[in-house]
């Protein structure tokens, strides 16, 4: 055979080979995805080999059904978004059991990525050694749009230990038509204003209210003894429990009769509570106040100069010292705390945002703003507080006031005995 004639035979061969190596050629592709062990290979520029490989971070919260539902429909946009990061939330409603579970955890080196602390818990944990520095997360537009008051308690040591994610302030609402028949235009502004006030209430209406607890409800009894006092030093020193607390809630043991105790959520028992002029005073939470219908909210006096604590019933998002997923971690955090999640967790649970420029109007915002805080929050929480209404650097301090608040919570809960309910907490000192 001539070689003229091998021509075709070298030619099928040649056309042959290259279609078998097609399928080959697809697999090496480095640009190809969906590996089994779980990375894929992205080029997106020729010649740069990006490998990128699935992430697991786990977070703790302690939230009510609601809101666990409500943090869950945001985790899952967040995972379509980063379908590379995979979040696992772990809800405890009980804060006193998610307290010791994630104290446990934390000494162990096996706390989940990130937690959502109680604002009072953020300096403890920092001061244990359990959390990483936040700072990265606050810069730029972030940073900007935060307030003094509640960055503050979040710092120690010269840094920032958690992202401000809600608040719900507790606060004292004082009746304008009472205060008007004592003699008063504004509410008392020192203890001795207000027994006058009391008692001249009582004078002429025995059966009214001079002050209203919900039945263990310790943040309700801090933010009103410390309504009428210009220093707090000892505020929120809740253990050993100071001579000028023990002074003021002895006094209310002999009129125990006009002390209600209804509960901040049991907004049909204030309102009527207010209408008929059978409760002075009461302190309640930012969203059991804007329960209360309009008309009930314009009859009452709010003194916004003496809101001192406003942080304490808040949350921030904090990671854990343990966690090695740090840069996933400050994602989540801040996109779970930016400005149009913390709208819409406003507008369905009534907890106020951390962030400033939600107290206004914001033309930014992908949708308009459904729910918008008043204003002089803003001034409230942009205030600079003095080191005595900051935390307390005591890494035992949650610990105090979940024992300061199950006694109160003993002695007020069917019964109210106020006396028993002090010789219980001087034993604590001894």
Do not use: C
């Amino acid at each position: 055979m001539t070689p003229r004639k091998y021509v075709p035979f070298l030619l099928g061969a040649l056309l042959l080979a290259a279609l078998l190596l097609i399928p080959f050629s697809k697999d090496a592709n480095p640009a190809s995805i969906g590996k089994p062990d779980g990375k894929s290979n992205l080029q997106t520029v020729p010649g740069e080999l990006i490998v990128d490989q699935l992430t697991n971070i786990h977070v703790n919260v302690s939230l009510t059904y609601i809101q666990f539902q409500q943090l869950q429909e945001l985790n899952r946009n967040f995972m379509m978004k980063y379908p590379h990061i995979q979040v696992k939330l772990v809800n405890e409603p009980s804060k006193r059991d998610a307290y010791t579970q994630w104290s446990l955890q934390s000494q162990r080196g096996e706390a989940a990525d990130i937690m959502l602390l109680d604002n009072g818990w953020v300096r403890p944990f920092a001061v244990k050694g359990f959390l990483k520095p936040a700072d990265s997360i606050m810069t730029g537009d972030t940073l900007t749009d935060q307030m003094a008051g509640l960055l503050e308690p979040l710092k120690w040591n010269g840094y920032l230990w958690g992202v401000p994610k809600d608040l719900n302030p507790y606060f004292v609402v004082w009746s304008s038509a009472l205060l008007e028949e004592v003699g008063l235009k504004e509410p008392p502004l020192d203890w001795l204003g207000y027994q006058a006030a009391a008692l001249k209430m009582i004078e002429l209406h025995p059966e009214a209210s001079i002050v209203n607890w919900g039945a263990g409800d310790l943040y309700q009894q801090l933010v009103w003894l410390s309504a009428f006092r210009n220093n707090l030093s000892d505020g929120l020193q809740v253990l050993p429990v100071s001579e000028n607390q023990m002074m003021q809630l002895g006094w209310f043991q002999e009129r125990r009769a006009n002390i209600s105790r209804i509960d901040g959520d049991e907004t049909a028992a204030l309102t009527k509570a207010f209408e008929t002029n059978k409760l002075l005073a009461a302190i309640l939470t930012w969203n059991d106040y804007e329960k209360l219908p309009e008309s009930v909210r314009g009859k009452l006096n709010v003194n916004r100069e003496q809101i001192h604590y406003p942080w304490l019933n808040g949350r921030s998002y904090v990671l854990s010292s343990s966690s090695r997923m740090e840069d996933e971690a400050m994602l989540w955090i801040q996109e779970m705390s930016d400005i149009n999640n913390q709208q819409l967790v406003y507008d369905r649970s009534g907890q106020l945002p951390a962030r400033a420029s939600l107290y206004a109007f914001n033309s930014s915002l992908l949708r308009e703003q459904a729910h918008i805080p008043p204003e002089w929050w803003t001034k409230v929480l942009n205030a600079k507080k003095a080191d005595q209404q900051l935390p307390i650097p005591d890494p035992h301090w949650p610990e105090k006031w979940q024992q300061r608040e199950q006694i109160w919570r003993t002695y007020s809960e069917t019964t109210l005995e106020i006396s028993a309910y002090l010789d219980a907490l001087n034993e604590l000192d001894q």
